[in-house]
């Protein structure tokens, strides 16, 4: 079993920033992928961003030279740094972690971007 925990969204203006940080219940060395997902009202969920075990990235083509994705194995979190935010940037955001054995996700965490 995996807990994923998601913290820093919320309120910002169009053209700021916000790093999202996901802290797993446990070491992420086991943990082969994690990535971040968004889903915004009346939309399917879709994939922001990935990082391997080996720290390979993936990004999805809407955020791509903005956000950055990046994994601290010694504090087990996956942060994602979002930059030149947009108002459809705005949406729910969810951590997922597989391993060999099964996904999981995180509860998900609010970031609006609005003026």
């Known amino acids: 079993q995996v807990q994923l925990v998601e913290s820093g969204g919320g309120l910002v203006q169009p053209g700021g920033s916000l790093r999202l940080s996901c802290e797993a219940s446990r070491s992420i060395f086991s943990i082969h992928s994690m990535a971040w997902y968004r889903q915004a009202p009346g939309k399917e969920r879709e994939l922001v961003a990935g990082?391997?075990?080996?720290?390979?990235?993936n990004y999805g083509n809407s955020v791509k030279g903005r956000f950055t994705i990046s994994r601290d194995n010694a504090k087990n979190t996956v942060d994602l740094q979002m930059n030149s935010l947009k108002p459809e940037d705005t949406a729910v955001y969810f951590c997922?972690?597989?391993?060999?054995?099964?996904?999981?996700w995180g509860q998900g965490i609010q970031v609006t971007v609005s003026s």
């Open positions: 997922w972690a597989a391993t060999t054995k099964s996904t999981y």
């Open positions: 990082i391997t075990g080996r720290s390979t990235t």
